[in-house]
């Protein structure tokens, strides 16, 4: 397969530690140049930098994202009518609203698109998500707790320090506990969207699970976890190898959706069905 040339949007800590050293490295895409706010910025990620983003648009076939929930959105729906495929992060944007309008853009289209759920193109979470599918599932819990918030983390950056770990770490475990025990139907959220939060979700089917979301914990923290059992045993998914090189899958997955057609599961419309849920949830949620 021809690489598939991707221009990347944004140069931000995230851009420098995945996005650009993925497109560059995959023998499947090629990055094909970065448009940023910080012109400066993009020219230390190695590829041509342009000053407009349609200057972007005519030396790719497709665009990738590395910036903040409501720029992604704003961008890609840009990029969708310019026929542009697109490689999304999570969320898919900043409000429902604007999820939509990029789903829809996409659906006009015809463009094909893919998001970054970083957990499901693991070799563990893959497993994790088979051996789910063999103990007839009924129930499960997840806890994704960390520091990121605090101090001078690279993560804790002005949208994260306003929406907190629902918008950025929910999106994660809401889909993997999706896959693993069925389509979410329902939430109920409790908390505090900037310390704690817990949600129940119901699947479909019957299934339930639960699930404790945090960026603000100081000191050492565990490894966040997920577990799922059912009738004929149960499935745990063990802390995140670093050896895993999942970044090359989405490369590749990614390639391939452009390449060949017939879409992928972790389409922008699955983002936009994850974001009615956190949406949901947040609406739920103490201010």
């Given at each position: 397969?021809?690489?598939?040339?991707?221009?990347?949007?944004?140069?931000?800590?995230?851009?420098?530690?995945?996005?650009?050293?993925?497109?560059?490295?995959?023998?499947?895409?090629?990055?094909?140049?970065?448009?940023?706010?910080?012109?400066?910025?993009?020219?230390?990620?190695?590829?041509?930098?342009?000053?407009?983003?349609?200057?972007?648009?005519?030396?790719?076939?497709?665009?990738?994202?590395?910036?903040?929930?409501?720029?992604?959105?704003?961008?890609?729906?840009?990029?969708?009518?310019?026929?542009?495929?697109?490689?999304?992060?999570?969320?898919?944007?900043?409000?429902?609203?604007?999820?939509?309008?990029?789903?829809?853009?996409?659906?006009?289209?015809?463009?094909?698109s893919q998001m970054v759920f970083t957990m499901?193109?693991?070799?563990?979470?893959?497993?994790?998500?088979?051996?789910?599918?063999?103990?007839?599932?009924?129930?499960?819990?997840?806890?994704?707790?960390?520091?990121?918030?605090?101090?001078?983390?690279?993560?804790?950056?002005?949208?994260?320090?306003?929406?907190?770990?629902?918008?950025?770490?929910?999106?994660?475990?809401?889909?993997?506990?999706?896959?693993?025990?069925?389509?979410?139907?329902?939430?109920?959220?409790?908390?505090?969207?900037?310390?704690?939060?817990?949600?129940?979700?119901?699947?479909?089917?019957?299934?339930?699970?639960?699930?404790?979301?945090?960026?603000?914990?100081?000191?050492?923290?565990?490894?966040?976890?997920?577990?799922?059992?059912?009738?004929?045993?149960?499935?745990?998914?063990?802390?995140?190898?670093?050896?895993?090189?999942?970044?090359?899958?989405?490369?590749?997955?990614?390639?391939?959706?452009?390449?060949?057609?017939?879409?992928?599961?972790?389409?922008?419309?699955?983002?936009?069905?994850?974001?009615?849920?956190?949406?949901?949830?947040?609406?739920?949620?103490?201010?």
């Open positions: 397969m021809e690489p598939v040339a991707v221009g990347l949007i944004g140069a931000g800590p995230w851009a420098r530690m995945a996005h650009a050293p993925m497109l560059a490295e995959s023998p499947h895409t090629r990055l094909a140049g970065v448009w940023a706010r910080r012109p400066e910025a993009a020219a230390e990620l190695g590829a041509p930098v342009f000053e407009r983003v349609e200057e972007l648009f005519e030396h790719c076939e497709a665009v990738a994202f590395c910036v903040p929930p409501a720029v992604q959105a704003e961008y890609a729906v840009r990029a969708a009518r310019a026929g542009k495929a697109l490689l999304l992060e999570k969320p898919l944007a900043d409000s429902l609203d604007a999820a939509q309008r990029v789903a829809d853009a996409v659906a006009e289209s015809g463009v094909a499901r193109y693991t070799a563990a979470t893959r497993a994790f998500l088979a051996r789910c599918a063999e103990v007839e599932p009924f129930g499960g819990h997840a806890a994704n707790i960390s520091g990121a918030l605090l101090g001078d983390h690279p993560f804790a950056t002005p949208w994260r320090l306003e929406r907190g770990a629902l918008l950025d770490v929910g999106p994660h475990v809401i889909d993997v506990l999706d896959a693993a025990l069925g389509p979410v139907t329902g939430v109920r959220a409790h908390g505090h969207p900037l310390r704690w939060i817990g949600l129940l979700l119901e699947h479909e089917g019957g299934a339930v699970s639960e699930a404790s979301l945090s960026m603000a914990a100081g000191g050492d923290v565990p490894p966040s976890t997920i577990a799922v059992y059912g009738r004929t045993g149960n499935a745990v998914l063990p802390p995140r190898d670093g050896d895993d090189d999942h970044f090359a899958r989405v490369a590749e997955e990614f390639a391939a959706t452009v390449r060949k057609g017939g879409g992928h599961p972790l389409d922008a419309a699955h983002g936009l069905r994850i974001q009615r849920i956190i949406a949901e949830a947040e609406a739920q949620l103490a201010p």
